[in-house]
């Protein structure tokens, strides 16, 4: 790890929202919400780069999957890269967050990246645990039967706890949502950006330490919350994984509204 952050890289990382859906404020607050009213969903996954180096955050999800769920699919999440230049063979890299059907779908779509992923999330998402359906509900199994097959591919690297990909690149466990969800921390020229994918759904769930309901352990994603922002250089530093307002507070990329620059700071 660099001495220094003069020293790190610096990455550019933008959100790109590739899917929507209307919700209920009750939906996504454990215990519900007394003031309800609609706070819909946006999807996304998140492009990491520098020079010689293309790094994706979760890979969304298909066509199939948005037409099974009742999803509002905007557009392929791979093909969407294109938009900033990157062809799927130019992934270098995937963190997978956790193995939910929004965050690990279109394996298929990249040819040759590595695929990263935390050891409980692979234990979880292929044991007894998935006996039981509220457990599995947010799983495709034809996701995680993908992901095995690049584990017999040799293409999946596992991770227990903290890591780090590269000097500037740091995997943050977090658990909570799921057995084995994972943060990504980021060196940016702003500083030090956490992507905290579903440790925290909205702004809301971890401003107001108020957790999402689709959780496994509600201790270690309240505690999660402290992580994000202690890894975040401040709290205008930490990016949740599924708020609208991510796209309203980031500067979007020229002449594409659903890419936000997340190495940019956010307005106000």
Do not use: K
């Given at each position: 790890?660099?001495?220094?952050?003069?020293?790190?890289?610096?990455?550019?990382?933008?959100?790109?929202?590739?899917?929507?859906?209307?919700r209920r404020r009750s939906d996504n607050f454990l215990g519900g919400d007394p003031h309800d009213g609609p706070m819909p969903m946006d999807f996304f996954v998140?492009?990491?780069?520098?020079?010689?180096?293309?790094?994706?955050?979760?890979?969304?999800?298909?066509?199939?999957?948005?037409?099974?769920?009742?999803?509002?699919?905007?557009?392929?999440p791979i093909g969407f890269l294109a938009a900033l230049g990157v062809a799927p063979a130019d992934v270098d890299d995937v963190v997978l967050t956790h193995l939910h059907y929004d965050h690990a779908g279109n394996l298929d779509k990249l040819p040759r990246a590595r695929l990263h992923v935390q050891d409980d999330e692979m234990q979880y998402a292929t044991g007894r645990c998935m006996c039981h359906e509220p457990l599995r509900h947010a799983y495709a199994v034809q996701d995680v039967v993908t992901l095995v097959r690049r584990v017999y591919e040799d293409r999946v690297?596992?991770?227990?706890?903290?890591?780090?990909?590269?000097?500037?690149l740091q995997l943050l466990k977090i658990g909570g949502h799921t057995k084995g969800l994972q943060a990504l921390r980021v060196h940016?020229?702003?500083?030090?950006?956490?992507?905290?994918s579903d440790a925290s759904h909205y702004y809301e769930n971890m401003d107001d330490g108020r957790p999402f309901p689709?959780?496994?352990?509600?201790?270690?994603?309240?505690?999660?919350?402290?992580?994000?922002?202690?890894?975040?250089?401040?709290?205008?530093?930490?990016?949740?994984?599924?708020?609208?307002?991510?796209?309203?507070?980031?500067?979007?990329l020229a002449a594409e509204a659903d890419i936000a620059c997340l190495h940019e700071p956010p307005a106000g």
């Open positions: 790890m660099a001495a220094s952050g003069e020293t790190l890289p610096r990455f550019e990382v933008y959100a790109l929202r590739y899917a929507h859906m209307p998140w492009l990491v780069r520098r020079p010689g180096r293309v790094v994706l955050v979760d890979t969304g999800f298909n066509a199939e999957t948005a037409r099974a769920r009742r999803r509002d699919l905007l557009r392929c690297v596992f991770h227990d706890g903290d890591g780090e990909l590269e000097p500037g940016t020229r702003r500083g030090w950006v956490v992507l905290a689709i959780v496994y352990n509600t201790a270690d994603m309240l505690a999660g919350y402290g992580r994000l922002r202690a890894a975040a250089d401040s709290p205008g530093h930490i990016v949740p994984g599924h708020d609208p307002e991510v796209l309203r507070r980031y500067p979007a």
